[in-house]
């Protein structure tokens, strides 16, 4: 996709002249397309919204032990280097049985994997990372703070691949009625959200419109995913717009001591979101293109921070609005082009081609994987054996990992697959394979 030739204002010559940074846009045919400046369109924040980071290592039995003994006792709160959280036990679909929650801190601690022992090495431990907490503390005082509450959690804590939401704010813009006919992408899942209720669709197959679109999905949320939505309209909701409004004035500051934020104007932000396994895929493919090397660090937040720029490049070029056929819509350009994330560390790295890594689906890893449960349910059925026991015994196969990096490429979870295994051990028992 091209994209379409921007022009300024030239005060002098009284007339329109071709800049790299011009927020006026003509096509070479149709002429005159779209003028941002006259629509007051200006950036006003760019930020990590998101940050997820996995650990491997096995349950701390003692920790175990305890958290346990104080779901017992129904003890609401819980005290972990110095702080108070609030205990619970969390839901299945989370994918971890405990979780620990401080907001004041913003931090969300999930761990002990429900289809994992805890003895057995896992990625039993997740940390869920606010923009409170990141805003306050440099990209190393987060490496530190969550190794060490891992190092409390975990035994053998190794920080694995995280998860990072990429998010630019912006103002004088919002979707057109033809948002989601516009975008072009791989993926035909798109979520609608009007305030009212919740649309998904095949982008093949729309044929509706909506009144005043709030928000937007496209992709699957275990790989690459877009999300538009109307930022002041959920920061309100979730009573978080005073601390955002201070964060876009701050993002804007003029020399004079103004700001460039117009509070009478609505923010839409526009967020890329990288899943764990495409984090992971880009640390092993990436290569140095000076030296050859293959392979980038990318476990930590300090590590993943240095590369936001090529994943937020990566990420809309994944999402693509269009203008037409030929030619990117203009505010995808500006978001290419304009856009900078103001952390030290993120500066463009020209000696990285980045390029994610994929296992090759050869038959071994494809169809043989599928004959392996099959035939080990349809034998463990046969001798009655009670499914949770039958899991046990598969996970601790030394090629279970493979078999779940597998199906993650495949769009299905490990909680995911978990349950169908579960469903197909059910069907061979009502089959009477143990009679």
Same mark, same amino acid.
């Given at each position: 996709?091209?994209?379409?030739?921007?022009?300024?204002?030239?005060?002098?010559?009284?007339?329109?002249?071709?800049?790299?940074?011009?927020?006026?846009?003509?096509?070479?045919?149709?002429?005159?397309?779209?003028?941002?400046?006259?629509?007051?369109?200006?950036?006003?924040?760019?930020?990590?919204?998101?940050?997820?980071?996995?650990?491997?290592?096995?349950?701390?039995?003692?920790?175990?032990?305890?958290?346990?003994?104080?779901?017992?006792?129904?003890?609401?709160?819980?005290?972990?280097?110095?702080?108070?959280?609030?205990?619970?036990?969390?839901?299945?679909?989370?994918?971890?049985? #405990?979780? /620990?929650?401080?907001?004041?801190?913003?931090?969300?601690?999930?761990?002990?994997?429900?289809?994992?022992?805890?003895?057995? &090495?896992?990625?039993?431990?997740?940390?869920?990372?606010? &923009?409170?907490?990141?805003?306050?503390?440099?990209?190393?005082?987060?490496?530190?703070?969550?190794?060490?509450?891992?190092?409390?959690?975990?035994?053998?804590?190794?920080?694995?691949?995280?998860?990072?939401?990429?998010?630019?704010?912006?103002?004088?813009?919002? &979707?057109?009625?033809?948002?989601?006919?516009?975008?072009?992408?791989?993926?035909?899942?798109?979520?609608? #959200?009007?305030?009212?209720?919740?649309?998904?669709?095949? /982008?093949?197959?729309?044929?509706?419109?909506?009144?005043?679109?709030?928000?937007?999905?496209?992709?699957?949320?275990?790989?690459?995913?877009? $999300?538009?939505?109307?930022?002041?309209?959920?920061?309100?909701?979730?009573?978080?717009?005073?601390?955002?409004?201070?964060?876009?004035?701050?993002?804007?500051?003029?020399?004079?001591?103004?700001?460039?934020?117009?509070?009478?104007?609505?923010?839409?932000?526009?967020?890329?979101?990288?899943?764990?396994?495409?984090?992971?895929?880009?640390?092993?493919?990436?290569?140095?293109?000076?030296?050859?090397?293959?392979?980038?660090?990318?476990?930590?937040?300090?590590?993943?921070?240095?590369?936001?720029?090529?994943?937020?490049?990566?990420?809309?070029?994944?999402?693509?609005?269009?203008?037409?056929?030929?030619?990117?819509?203009?505010?995808?350009?500006?978001?290419?082009?304009?856009?900078?994330?103001?952390?030290?560390?993120?500066?463009?790295?020209?000696?990285?081609? #980045?390029?994610?890594?994929?296992?090759?689906?050869?038959?071994?890893?494809?169809?043989?994987?599928?004959?392996?449960?099959?035939?080990?349910?349809?034998?463990?059925?046969?001798?009655?054996?009670?499914?949770?026991?039958?899991?046990?015994?598969?996970?601790?196969?030394?090629?279970?990992?493979?078999?779940?990096?597998?199906?993650?490429?495949?769009?299905?979870?490990?909680?995911?697959?978990?349950?169908?295994?579960?469903? $197909?051990?059910?069907?061979?028992?009502?089959?009477?394979?143990?009679?």
């Amino acid at each position: 996709m091209k994209a379409l030739d921007r022009y300024q204002w030239n005060e002098d010559k009284k007339e329109l002249e071709l800049s790299d940074k011009g927020l006026v846009f003509r096509h070479p045919r149709y002429g005159h397309i779209a003028d941002f400046a006259e629509q007051g369109f200006q950036i006003v924040g760019t930020y990590i919204d998101t940050f997820r980071q996995l650990f491997r290592g096995r349950l701390n039995p003692d920790l175990h032990t305890d958290i346990e003994y104080s779901l017992t006792l129904k003890e609401k709160t819980y005290q972990l280097l110095g702080q108070d959280w609030i205990l619970a036990k969390s839901g299945k679909n989370s994918g971890y049985q #405990y979780r /620990l929650q401080n907001n004041q801190l913003g931090l969300v601690i999930l761990f002990k994997q429900f289809h994992a022992k805890a003895e057995t &090495p896992a990625s039993h431990l997740k940390i869920e990372c606010s &923009p409170w907490f990141l805003d306050n503390r440099q990209p190393k005082e987060v490496d530190a703070y969550l190794k060490k509450l891992s190092e409390r959690i975990l035994v053998g804590a190794e920080a694995y691949y995280p998860a990072i939401h990429l998010a630019v704010d912006v103002q004088g813009w919002a &979707p057109e009625r033809d948002f989601t006919h516009q975008m072009k992408c791989k993926s035909k899942k798109c979520s609608q #959200y009007t305030g009212l209720e919740i649309v998904e669709f095949n /982008l093949h197959e729309i044929t509706g419109t909506y009144d005043r679109g709030q928000s937007f999905a496209f992709g699957h949320a275990n790989a690459v995913q877009l $999300s538009v939505y109307n930022k002041t309209i959920q920061a309100k909701k979730i009573d978080k717009f005073d601390y955002m409004e201070h964060k876009w004035k701050n993002s804007t500051m003029l020399e004079d001591g103004t700001h460039g934020y117009d509070s009478d104007k609505e923010v839409f932000r526009i967020e890329t979101r990288f899943h764990h396994s495409v984090v992971q895929q880009f640390a092993l493919g990436s290569c140095d293109i000076k030296t050859g090397e293959i392979g980038v660090k990318m476990n930590t937040y300090s590590d993943a921070i240095q590369h936001i720029h090529s994943l937020w490049q990566y990420g809309l070029k994944s999402f693509q609005l269009t203008f037409n056929r030929n030619y990117l819509d203009p505010v995808w350009t500006i978001l290419k082009e304009d856009v900078v994330f103001k952390y030290p560390e993120s500066s463009y790295k020209d000696n990285l081609h #980045y390029k994610r890594y994929y296992k090759k689906a050869t038959s071994f890893t494809g169809k043989n994987y599928q004959l392996i449960l099959g035939n080990f349910l349809s034998a463990c059925a046969r001798e009655s054996i009670p499914f949770d026991t039958v899991l046990e015994e598969l996970q601790s196969l030394t090629i279970w990992n493979s078999i779940t990096v597998h199906y993650e490429e495949k769009e299905t979870t490990e909680h995911q697959l978990m349950d169908r295994l579960r469903d $197909s051990y059910k069907e061979r028992e009502l089959l009477g394979y143990g009679i």
